[in-house]
């Protein structure tokens, strides 16, 4: 700690904090919610940091480097679980000290202040940690707030905040830095390390503190208190709202200055409910709210008993497919139903104020948009329907569905939405048994219940780290097959060509001796390079049995020749037998052929017919040479930035029937061209070479897709927007019209 800097509250020494038995109780369950959470990111970091030491490795051109990266991967792997029980032990520490203050020794004066040097690394690791946990407090600044009053009503004690938090970002990197002191990684890699929980755990720290936010707030811990934004609040008449939204609708979101910033609302923060507001005003007037009567307007308590009821219809239906995705008209009208039933004879009929009605109209727009970027045969859309009155009951409960990201109904909303998008699609494979169980599981729980349970969330989450660990892994396998039947095809390539050589140099062999070189025997050498290589002794000594048989080089002994052809026949797996029969009809006479009854035309017929090196084993059929086709200047210059493609690019295709699927360039080979594409599975899909996705992007067919920033539910939010600004237009021409 530096001269003059001062721990919190300004205390000196150790003070426990003695907290009530409802305080433990509380400080553990919180404990037990964030090692639940962190888990998974934590496992992800892990897997994460490997994925970088391994391209790090492919990288660089040191094998001193390359060897340092395959260390530390094996160190991460072998004490992958200690780093994450280290992890977990130091929080639980901070949870078990909750309130506890020990401050620093009183600065000491000038005369006492002693200078020493800082070792560069432990200095560049410090700041590292130091610059993680500024980032995350910034992120979550309203969350942590939040968070350090709520503990600090257990604890009895002033709000926490920085070190003194427990959970915070100080205290997830004093974690980290606990749990990785005691592995033996460099200083570089240990950067990597910071960097890939940085983007794992802190990133997602407002989700984090959000649920532990809502634990505390639902089991009574200051339940009312929130930290509000700075968001516009409408409180003009509906009249001028009507105008303002003509405005922001005109200028199609471009934030012109001035004016209702409805655009700008929009367009800065697509979540913002008063900015999709004003579009929906945008419209014609007769357009919405139609048979509105201001006289009997639903309270909130009543819409509330309406949402629950028919929140709990949900059960009702057992057939999945039953479950459809409601226009806005459509729930309109349930709700209505609902509210209105069992209301005594002439009085006059509830209906909806304007807000109401707006929420209910974005919620239904917002599931349409979620739907259309699903597939229609997707048992995802099922759950989307069954998770609809739920949703729009905790949009109605709380704005902050439409304002904040981090909302733990918005989460899991987007959450689902992820999954049905990657993981239910029946187009890329049959459907994992066990998510579409937990999905289903998951709508009649919601159906039930009065608040969204993060822990929903997070178990749907670790069946999809589990599927994505699933996907890894087949796609490893492909990889394998695919590098092992490249290097199959380089070495069969390889060795035609010295066979070439030699038969050029010299007289080329007739019949079964020449069959017996070109396919057999190729086949052996092709054998011998992948072993050794071609500096590899059995190679060099199967390169002098060719240039025996060639008539390059005098026959010593002709017996010990026969039987070197023989063995290599065997290393191809050929049966004894048939070695032998092979090496008589290319040793001995036609004559002395006759007990076995096989010719040389029988034993030429039986090679020919015998399958090549690799054909029927585990790589399948080696494809066919990579035969480079001339391009147009368009797909050239394209081919050619392919020197700095790297292995794990996406590319979307164009579908015969219009459609897009997206692809994983997970493997190419820069000598042969060829390329391993997988789905979202790991599982292996278009046949594609350098080449040919050249041309197929050149036309206009395939293009690289960057990583969407934005999560499903935002990209849903924005067609909502899109979609309202034209609809203003079109109506607006049409009244003028």
């Known amino acids: 700690m530096s001269a003059g800097t001062q721990p919190p509250y300004g205390r000196t020494g150790p003070h426990p904090v003695a907290l009530s038995p409802r305080a ?62 280290r992890f977990a032990s130091h929080l639980s520490e901070r949870f078990r000290h909750l309130g506890d203050v020990v401050d620093a020794k009183p600065a000491a004066t000038s005369e006492h202040l002693t200078l020493s040097l800082v070792d560069p690394e432990e200095q560049e690791q ?118 303002a939204g003509e405005t922001a609708a005109a200028g ?46 639903a309270s909130d308590d009543e819409l509330q008993t309406a949402l629950f009821a028919l929140q709990g219809h949900v059960t009702d239906v057992t057939d999945a497919a039953q479950r459809e995705i409601r226009s806005a008209q459509a729930l309109r009208d349930e709700l209505l139903n609902q509210l209105n039933r069992g209301r005594p004879a002439g009085s006059p009929p509830a209906e909806l104020t304007i807000e109401q009605g707006d929420t209910v109209e974005l919620t239904a727009r917002l599931f349409e948009s979620l739907g259309e970027q699903i597939a229609v045969t997707s048992p995802g ?34 959450t689902v939405s992820e999954a049905a998008h990657h993981w239910l699609d029946p187009s890329e494979g049959e459907p994992d048994a066990a998510l579409v169980d937990r999905l289903e599981r998951l709508v009649v729980e919601a159906s039930s219940a009065q608040v969204i349970d993060p822990v929903w969330r997070a178990e749907i989450e670790q069946q999809i780290a589990m599927l994505s660990r699933k996907a890894h892994v087949a796609e490893r396998r492909q990889i394998e097959a695919m590098e092992g039947r490249d290097r199959l095809e380089r070495a069969r390539q390889r060795a035609a060509e010295i066979m070439a050589e030699r038969m050029v140099r010299g007289a080329a062999p007739r019949g079964v001796l020449r069959i017996l070189l070109e ?45 070197d052809v023989e063995r290599g026949l065997e290393h191809l797996g050929m049966h004894p037998s048939e070695a032998a029969q092979v090496a008589a009809g290319v040793f001995e006479p036609a004559e002395r052929q006759n007990d076995d009854g096989l010719t040389p035309t029988d034993v030429a017929v039986r090679l020919k017919q015998r399958p090549r090196l690799g054909e029927g084993t585990a790589h399948g059929e080696p494809a066919a040479p990579v035969v480079p086709t001339p391009l147009d200047p368009a797909a050239r210059a394209i081919h050619d930035g392919f020197a700095s493609l790297r292995f794990g690019t996406w590319f979307q295709f164009v579908q015969p029937d219009g459609g897009i699927a997206l692809r994983k360039l997970a493997w190419f080979s820069p000598t042969t061209g060829r390329c391993l594409f997988v789905n979202q599975r790991g599982a292996r899909t278009e046949d594609v070479d350098l080449t040919r996705l050249a041309r197929l992007m050149a036309n206009g067919e395939a293009r690289e897709w960057k990583e969407q920033r934005l999560s499903i539910v935002d990209r849903a939010w924005r067609a909502v927007a899109r979609n309202l600004r034209r609809e203003g237009v079109r109506e607006r021409m049409a009244g003028h019209a």
Not at 382 to 405: E, H, K, S, Y
Request: proline share 5%; glycine share 12%.
């Open 381 to 414: 859309r099922a759950v989307l329907g069954g998770l609809q009155w739920p949703m729009l009951r905790a949009a109605v409960n709380d704005r902050g569905f439409f304002d904040q990201a981090e909302h733990p109904a918005r989460q899991l909303l987007d």
């Open 519 to 563: 396919r057999t025997w190729a086949d052996v050498l092709a054998l011998h390079i992948l072993r050794g290589g071609e500096n590899g002794e059995a190679f060099l000594h199967c390169l002098g049995v060719t240039d025996q048989l060639l008539g390059r080089r005098p026959i010593a002994d002709a017996n010990k020749l026969r039987s």
């Open 126 to 243: 410090a700041d590292a940690l130091s610059s993680m946990a500024s980032r995350g407090e910034a992120r979550s600044a309203s969350s942590l707030f939040e968070l350090g009053y709520r503990l600090a009503v257990l604890a009895g004690t002033p709000p926490l905040e920085g070190e003194a938090l427990p959970a915070g970002p100080r205290a997830l990197t004093a974690a980290l830095q606990a749990a990785v002191e005691p592995m033996p990684l460099s200083s570089a890699h240990r950067l990597l390390l910071f960097q890939a929980v940085d983007a794992h755990v802190l990133a997602h720290g407002e989700a984090f503190y959000g649920a532990l936010n809502e634990h505390y707030r639902t089991r009574g811990i200051l339940p009312g208190f929130r930290v509000y934004p700075n968001v516009r609040v409408a409180t003009t008449p509906a009249s001028e709202r009507h105008k």
């Open 24 to 85: 433990e109780r509380e400080a553990q369950q919180g404990l037990s919610l964030c090692l639940t959470w962190l888990d998974s990111p934590l496992r992800e970091a892990l897997r994460d940091f490997d994925h970088r030491l391994f391209a790090a490795a492919e990288g660089s051109r040191n094998h001193l480097e390359q060897q340092a990266c395959f260390e530390s991967r094996h160190i991460v792997e072998r004490d992958g679980p200690g780093f994450r029980n």
């Open 252 to 297: 199609g979101g471009s934030g012109a200055g001035g004016g209702s910033g409805g655009g700008a609302a929009v367009d800065g923060n697509i979540g913002v409910l008063e900015g999709l507001r004003a579009l929906l005003a945008s419209r014609v007037e007769t357009s919405r709210g139609a048979g509105f009567a201001p006289g009997r307007l």
